[in-house]
């Protein structure tokens, strides 16, 4: 069993950057993939980030890439999605998710097992 509590969220201007972080508690933090997701009011969840157990790999959505880095630090049992050059559009309640896969970068909700309870993001223009 994982726990993730997510922080860091808020109101934040367009250009502005913020840093999320996703703390996790449990056992094997460091076995599993990190993901971020959003979800926007009206839209569907969608992957933002991951980063594969090791840290060796990542994936970004195309209208994040260039702007967010994802990172995990497996000695703290943390993992972060830093948002630079904020955009109204990146509104959205953000989530973070563990998954067990191992081979590589899950980019499907359903490989994600535990995830937190969400963190607001709200860009303004």
């Known amino acids: 069993q994982v726990q993730l509590v997510e922080s860091g969220g808020g109101l934040v201007q367009a250009g502005g950057s913020l840093r999320l972080s996703c703390a996790a508690s449990?056992?094997?933090?460091?076995?599993?993939?990190m993901g971020w997701f959003r979800q926007a009011p009206g839209k569907e969840r969608e992957l933002a980030a991951a980063?594969?157990?090791?840290?060796?790999?990542?994936y970004y959505v195309d209208s994040v890439e260039g702007r967010f880095t994802i990172s995990r630090d497996n000695a703290k049992n943390t993992a972060y999605l830093q948002m630079n050059s904020l955009k109204p559009e990146d509104t959205a309640v953000y989530y973070c998710?563990?998954?067990?896969?191992?081979?590589?970068?899950?980019?499907?909700?359903?490989?994600?097992?535990?995830w937190g309870q969400g963190t607001q993001v709200t860009v303004s223009s």
């Open positions: 980063i594969k157990w090791s840290g060796e790999r990542t």
């Open positions: 449990g056992r094997a933090f460091s076995s599993y993939a």
């Open positions: 998710a563990a998954s067990a896969e191992n081979w590589g970068v899950p980019l499907d909700p359903k490989n994600y097992v535990y």
